[in-house]
Every structure is written in structure tokens, then in C-alpha cells.
């Protein structure tokens, strides 16, 4: 009766379990491609969106900028415990004119992403200066004020 248990079980995990890796795709699939098809100063926004689909975000400070992320990870192999690791990350940067058109695209991959460096210098701001300090005292005044005192 063991023996048929343990076959049984060895059959069972033998079958669940997938030899084939298992990619998860963010974003647009396969964007580097995708992009190639994108041509500057012919494109225009309803070539992109039938190309590329929506845009993934669209800067707030400026309208006429999209960018387009794909990044696919997959599992590990079982001598490294399933862990994920990183296959593609890439970025698509579009810039659109004012008339619909595409003016500039970068395309940037996860090689390019390694080697962006960040400036280590920190930003220090006195709490007198800054705006919340001012709105917070003028708050205070105001309660503070003899009118309010009755």
C-alpha cells in the first residue's frame, strides 16, 4: 500500500510541475520592436496609440510626452529556488509636437537604465522659509488674534 502511495505521489508532482518558464509580461510586449515602426516627423498620435496602444503614463508638466514601459520577468531556475529575474526592462520616451506629430522618441533598455547615475547632494531647507511653516504661523495668528478671543 506504501508503494502505490509513494508512485502516486511521485506521479502527481511530476505532472504538476512545469518544465516551461513562466514569463510575466508589464507593459507593452514586445516595445522594442513595436517601436521600430514609429517614424519621426510622420508619426502621429493615432499611429502610436494603433501601434503601441495608450500610453502607459503621460507627464505632468508636460502634455505631449508618453512613455511607454515593458518589463518581463520570469522564474528562476530550481537550483535558485524560483527567485525572479529581470529579462527586459525598457522604456519608450515619446515626444509629440503641438500639431500631433512625433518629434522625438528614445528608446532606452535595462543596459541603458544601469548606467543612469543620480546625484547624491541632498536639498536642506530651513523651517522658516518654507511654505508650510508660513501657512501653519499664519494659522496660529489668526487664532491668536484678540478678535477671536471672546
Known sequence: MNKVLYTFFIILLTISCSFKPIDNYHGVAFLEKKQEALLINKSNKNDI???????????????????????????????????????????????????????????????????????????SMSDKDSFVYGVISSLRQKIDSPKRKK
Open 49 to 123: 496609440i494603433k501601434i503601441l496602444g495608450s500610453p502607459s503614463t503621460k507627464s505632468i508638466l508636460e502634455d505631449d510626452l508618453w512613455f511607454y514601459i515593458e518589463n518581463r520577468k520570469s522564474k528562476s531556475s530550481l537550483f535558485k529556488l524560483g527567485k525572479e529575474i529581470t529579462l527586459s526592462s525598457n522604456v519608450l520616451v515619446l515626444e509629440i509636437d503641438k500639431k500631433g506629430i512625433l518629434k522625438n522618441k528614445k528608446f532606452y533598455n535595462i543596459d541603458d537604465q544601469n548606467k543612469l547615475s543620480f546625484n547624491k547632494n541632498k536639498t
